[in-house]
């Protein structure tokens, strides 16, 4: 769903990563600072200390936030690229195992639905990159894609209901494979 207002932020998109492309520093090295804050959360959630959730749900956004930079810098500079693409989509997939693991161990959320959770969520990405296989754009499609399932987790969590909060990733990230396979299948053509 956040995909889908991209078009509309877009000037405001462009003018931070002209602000961060500014820095001389590349996309890859904001792919980095985006996994390095949600390796820091994960920590942070997995140590189940009193503040765990509003600093850990704090420093899980701020990875969100420089998960988009790194993709306006690369676009501002003109320098996008297949390795920059790998990494960031890889960095993307450690960063939620990890940030699911984290409130496994915190203890925030019954372990079955944890484990859920991250399982559906992998088979959501896992749904994409298989469709992008056979060019089938998924982009856009379904109500909760990564961003929407991380800012669930971080804003419900800050508030202090990370039970609820991986629920709701439970069946956000279901419906959303669900549509997505349905979307794939109607378009394949044999």
């Known amino acids: 769903m956040l995909n889908n207002l991209r078009g509309a932020l877009k000037p405001t998109l462009e003018k931070i990563g002209k602000g961060f492309a500014a820095t001389g520093l590349s996309a890859n090295f904001w792919t980095f600072v985006g996994l390095g804050f949600a390796l820091v959360s994960a ?29 306006q810098v690369a676009r501002v500079t003109g320098k996008t690229s297949k390795k920059g693409e790998y ?14 693991l984290g409130i496994l161990i915190g203890g925030y959320a019954e372990p079955y639905l944890v484990l859920l959770a991250i399982t559906l969520s992998l088979l959501v990405s896992y749904a994409r990159a298989k469709s992008d296989i056979i060019n089938i754009k998924l982009q856009g499609i379904g109500i909760g894609e990564r961003a929407e399932r991380l800012l669930v987790i971080a804003i419900i969590g800050i508030i202090g209901f990370m039970d609820y909060a991986v629920i709701i990733v439970v069946i956000i990230a279901g419906m959303t494979l669900i549509q997505r396979m349905i979307f794939t299948a109607k378009n394949i053509k044999e």
């Open 87 to 100: 990494l960031d989509s890889m960095f993307d997939k450690i960063a939620e195992v990890a940030i699911f």
């Open 43 to 71: 920590v942070v959630y997995g140590m189940g200390i009193e503040s765990g959730l509003i600093i850990g749900g704090i420093l899980l956004l701020v990875s969100g936030f420089f998960d988009m930079v790194d993709g």
